[in-house]
């Protein structure tokens, strides 16, 4: 730690730390919360502000996205992205955190639990379905997350949402272990599907490791290990990536030289200003640019016509 602290000490003084905006696709390594990452950030940064797109688990390792500068503006935007993960479940018990860092709350046997019937199981969450949030989650009731009431000793609520399981794969069973690797929507929980598959199997189980390898189109390859910038080996300027390739998963409408002044002050676009557009696209949201391609707003369509936007953020 004493190491570390002094690293930062160097870090605050070097040249070259003036504002920038933009992602950092950071892996965090164990044994850190999200907030922790982002403390450090703030430190190699000072005065930038930072933020970061979605939790990761303390003991879970891989891609967390950090945001940097104006880029925190566009969280919302990214937050409804697909996540990949790799993990690794213990069959036989079940604990209070839904892994096997929490206390034990009941144990199985494992005995006539074989191939056939993981794989069966597995089968039977792929789609949609009800999940229970863990009581140790990020998910909030009345403004405090649940994690915060459970520490506090008080009774957390059941939170409950519908995810969906786009892939679900068994990778290899080492009885009792079995290592899987998931593709699903934003807000899945993996502790809980852990849970749940173990319920499903009558002997309970809990997630052992967990990997996040993939936050919509970007994958934990592109990403730089957090050490590498703790210990200068990296720099963020060196790694970090635009806002256009944060949101390149967004269609683009480009508009007319003379109309973003307008828009950046506020006025709702118009199709006259746009110089370029694809109106049949199919998501929520769409990226307003000017003519050079950079992004100065996203837009959504507006309820009172499909074929006119409303300006939800200006970058």
């Known amino acids: 730690m004493k190491r570390s602290s002094l690293i930062w000490e160097t870090a605050t003084i070097l040249p070259g730390i003036d504002p920038m905006d933009g992602i950092l696709l950071v892996d965090k390594p ?18 930038a502000r930072i933020g970061h797109t979605g939790t990761l688990d303390p003991n879970a390792t891989g891609l967390l996205i950090g ?42 046997s494992t005995l006539g639990v074989d191939a056939e019937r993981i794989l069966d199981a597995a089968s039977r969450f792929r789609g ?17 997350p649940l994690y915060k009431l459970a520490r506090e000793g008080r009774v957390t609520p059941i939170k ?61 390859e592109e990403a730089t290990v957090l050490g590498d910038l703790v210990e200068g080996r ?47 696209f199919k998501g929520e949201y769409v990226a307003l640019t000017d003519q050079a391609g950079t992004i100065i707003g996203i837009a959504v369509r507006s309820a009172e016509a499909a074929s006119h936007l409303k300006t939800e953020r200006i970058i």
């Not at 790799?86 to 860092?101: A, P, Q, Y």
């Not at 009800?130 to 009345?142: E, F, G, L, T």
């Open 30 to 47: 164990s044994g850190m919360t999200s907030h922790d990452v982002v403390l450090q950030l703030r430190r190699m940064l000072p005065g």
């Open 67 to 108: 945001l940097v500068g104006r880029a925190t503006k566009i969280s919302r935007f990214m937050m409804g992205l697909d996540k990949e993960y790799l993990f690794t479940i213990e069959l036989g018990v079940e604990t209070d955190t839904h892994d096997t860092w929490g206390q034990v709350v009941s144990t199985g």
């Open 128 to 144: 949609r379905y009800q999940q229970i949030a863990p009581s140790v989650s990020a998910i909030k009731h009345q403004g405090t």
């Open 160 to 220: 409950t949402r519908v995810v969906e399981i786009r892939e679900f794969q068994v990778t290899d069973i080492s009885l009792p272990q079995v290592a899987f690797r998931v593709v699903c929507s934003s807000g899945t929980y993996v502790r809980s599907l852990a849970r749940d598959m173990g319920r499903q199997l009558g002997c309970g189980a809990a997630v052992s490791s967990l990997r996040r390898i993939r936050i919509g189109a970007f994958g934990v």
């Open 234 to 280: 990296s720099t963020p300027r060196e790694v970090m990536l635009s806002i256009e390739e944060a949101l390149k998963h967004l269609p683009r409408i480009g508009l007319k030289a003379d109309s973003v002044a307008g828009i950046r002050a506020g006025r709702q676009p118009l199709a006259a200003d746009f110089e370029s557009a694809d109106l049949d």
